[in-house]
Each structure stands twice: as C-alpha cells, then as structure tokens.
C-alpha cells in the first residue's frame, strides 16, 4: 500500500537572495531589483509559505483581511 504524502497549500509571497553580506528577502513587487543582487548566471529563488500558516500570522498580527 503507498501511503499519498499531503502536501499544504503554498502561497507565493515573494524572492530570496543570498548575497555577499547576507539573505535578503524581496516582496513579490520587486524582482527586477532582486535580480540586480544576483549573479549573471543565478535567479531569486522564490519564497513560498504555508497558506494555514500565513492566515493564521496574519490573524495573530492583525493583518487579516476579514
């Protein structure tokens, strides 16, 4: 029997980088300067979050839509 893994829901919520002085986090908004932080050959990698997780921070810090 193959056991199915459940895998969340993910949300898009914006770019990492690893630049020379450290991680750097750009909003969804801001790939074209995120890109300026990479190497010629390198892309931002994209930040995905857990849908539950996310809704239930945002409730917590206020920020929910309801």
Known sequence: MTKKAIT???KHEGYL???RTGPM???LDDLE???KYCEPAAKPVKLLAD???LATH???QGEDDA
């Open 8 to 10: 969340p829901a993910l």
């Open 51 to 53: 849908e539950a997780e």
């Open 17 to 19: 980088v690893i630049a």
């Open 58 to 60: 945002e409730q917590a």
């Open 25 to 27: 986090f750009f909003g």
């Open 33 to 35: 300067e995120a890109t």
